[in-house]
């Protein structure tokens, strides 16, 4: 096989896209959310992989928790990675979670949300986090805090719910 032949295969392949996010608690063990002004409901501070500049997920939720709300935290183990299928606006997503860990109250007081793409932040309990996540994301994030109460390390998930 040719450069070319090659190069030609690989642009035949589906796109895939990653996303990285961090699951920061406070003391409490709530979980820290962000409401994005570009779509409807909350999500948790991170986004897309800049994998075209040799991003590793995990830099992609550290770079996007300091660009969104202010926080330089480096991401812990991984806590859970999900396959979401693509819809006819998206191709497929695989989605990383990091464990963000627990802060102190006063590392909450420094938060400053980037005002280009978020309305504000706020805790929320395990309990209400399916009242302000869409479905597939509280399964990621209930599944990621199981696996930190369980210490088992990473799940595998497809579409915010466990296989396996």
């Not at 996303?19 to 909350?42: C, H, K, M, Q």
């Not at 935290?73 to 859970?80: F, H, K, T």
């Not at 396959?83 to 997503?93: D, E, M, Y």
């Not at 989605?95 to 627990?102: H, K, S």
Request: glycine share 10%.
């Amino acid at each position: 096989m040719t450069t070319l032949d090659y190069a030609t295969y690989i642009a035949s392949l589906p796109r895939v896209l990653a996303g990285a996010a961090s699951v920061i608690r406070d003391r409490a063990g709530r979980v820290l959310l962000v409401e994005p002004n570009y779509r409807e409901g909350w999500a948790l501070p991170g986004g897309t992989v800049e994998s075209d500049d040799g991003e590793s997920p995990r830099q992609g939720a550290r770079r996007e928790t300091v660009e969104e709300i202010g926080l330089d935290i480096a991401p812990g183990g991984l806590l859970a990675v999900d396959w979401v299928p693509g819809t006819s606006a998206r191709p497929p997503l695989v989605a990383f979670l990091y464990d963000g860990g627990v802060l102190a109250d006063e590392r909450f007081e420094e938060i400053r949300i980037q005002e280009e793409e978020l309305l504000s932040w706020r805790l929320a309990t395990r309990e209400e986090l399916p009242a302000y996540l869409p479905a597939p994301l509280a399964g990621r994030v209930l599944a990621a805090l199981d696996a930190l109460d369980a210490g088992t390390g990473a799940v595998e998930l497809e579409n915010g719910r466990r296989i396996g």
